[in-house]
Structures are given as C-alpha cells and as structure tokens.
C-alpha cells in the first residue's frame, strides 16, 4: 500500500519534485541540494540529488564539493523526513548535535557522474530530537555513512 501523507488539502505521494522538497525544507534556492523523493515510510526516506555536479553548488570550495558536504544532503533527507510524516507541515530549522562513525568512500562529490541516492533511516524521534542513520551512495558506490542527532531549538 503506497504512503501517502496529507500537507492541507493536497496528498502528498512519491516521487515529490524539487518545488514540493523546498517548501518542506527550511532551505532555498540552491542550498535546496535534493531533486527528489523517491520513496519514504515512517521510518526511511530515500531521495536523489543532481546538484553536486553544479559548478554553482553553494558548499564547493575552491571548485571542489568535499565528500563531507554529503551530511548536508543527509541532513535535508532528514528534515524531510521530518516533514512528510508530520502531515507534510514544514520543517523548522535545526541543528546538528552530534556527528558519529562517518565513513567517507570517497574525497569529493563533484566527479561522480550519476545521481547521488540520499537516504537515512529514524533511530529515535522526540519532540525536539532526532536521530538517524544516513548513506550517500552513487551506482554501486557508498560515498559516505553515519550517524546524526538533530536537536530543534525551542520555540
């Protein structure tokens, strides 16, 4: 049975394009780094992403995109998740508290050709706390793994 959540009164069901993960996320413009929801239940999401191959990508440095800048793609795969199992209601800003057994299979992201596969699977969610485990692969390819806890300021 396909998961479907409710965001007003539109239903929400995968795949969602990049209009629909902005208005979900509490980024914009170019620092909206995911194309789109492939899929997600209550527990896991899974989405992909293109903008690593974009000379303009906002986290490259010196013209190189840093593996490590794949957390901010888990992160947003996160807050998404987020999103979409609280009725599809917006996610507020948070931060990261906690960063543990990153892996990273390669040194940057800007020369892998295909799509990035984001996903990242709820450990523990709380009111204001929420931990995950998160994979950023490409083809066959793991390019980096951990384990994140993001804590939402009070409001």
Avoid: K
Wanted: hydrophobic content about 50%; glycine content about 10%; proline content about 5%.
């Amino acid at each position: 049975m396909p998961d479907h959540r409710r965001a007003g009164a539109a239903v929400l069901s995968p795949p969602l394009g990049r209009d629909r993960i902005a208005a979900l996320v509490p980024h914009a413009g170019s620092m909206c780094l995911l194309d789109r929801v492939e899929s997600w239940d209550a527990e896991c999401i899974l989405c992909a992403a293109t903008s690593h191959r974009d000379p303009a990508n906002p986290l490259r440095r010196a013209g190189r995109l840093s593996a490590v800048c794949g957390v901010e793609y888990a992160l947003q795969a996160m807050a998404l998740h987020g999103a979409l199992t609280a009725a599809g209601e917006a996610q507020p800003a948070g931060f990261l508290a906690s960063l543990r057994e990153l892996t990273l299979g390669a040194a940057t992201l800007d020369g892998v050709a295909g799509e990035l596969r984001v996903s990242a699977t709820a450990l523990a969610r709380e009111s204001r706390a929420f931990a995950y485990d998160f994979e950023v692969s490409a083809g066959e390819g793991r390019l980096l793994s951990g384990h994140a806890v993001i804590m939402l300021p009070v409001a």
